[in-house]
């Protein structure tokens, strides 16, 4: 199985890879997400170490059981031949009603199909007010080409 864009990456195709990732997380499907990696991807997200898309599959299917609302903004922070680092923020809402923003990097390695074989992820989450919130867009659709970025909302 093939997932364009494929290494080795350049700026423009690293952006597509990013958003690419950034759609498909935000429809909160666990099997769609997990098609985007390898067989046997390796996995660090915070203190928890994954390997294998059933692993990855479980882990976002309670993920997303309980943090509500959901929505996430990735940005590309840099690129190589077979690598991609991006930061990101999601805002979501805990069953009792908290709202969260999560800020995190990401390190991206990725085969020659394109599928990610590495993900490391780095996330700290803030609890914040619902008025301070900043990612508004229909959650049945990808974020509008109009929705600022990361950058353009100073986060």
């Known amino acids: 199985m093939t997932k364009p864009p494929v290494p080795p990456f350049t700026r423009d195709s690293a952006i597509e890879k990013v ?11 666990p099997e769609r997400v997990a098609l985007a990696y390898t067989q046997d991807s390796r996995w660090r997200n915070r203190s928890t170490f994954l390997q294998g ?41 805990s069953a009792a009603g908290q709202w969260f923003r999560a800020y995190g990097n990401e390190n991206w ?5 394109g599928l990610m074989a590495e993900r490391h992820a780095s996330i700290n989450d803030v609890a ?27 986060l």
């Open 19 to 29: 958003r690419l990732a950034e759609d498909a997380w935000n429809t909160r499907d």
């Open 53 to 93: 898309r059933a692993q990855i599959v479980d882990f976002l299917r309670a993920k997303w059981e309980r943090e509500h609302e959901y929505r996430l903004i990735k940005e590309l922070w840099a690129h190589g031949s077979d690598r991609i680092a991006v930061r990101f923020a999601y805002e979501w809402r």
């Open 109 to 113: 390695r990725f085969d020659d199909e």
């Open 128 to 154: 914040i007010d619902e008025s301070e919130r900043r990612f508004f867009w229909d959650r049945s659709a990808p974020r509008p080409a109009e929705h600022p970025g990361l950058s353009e909302l100073g």
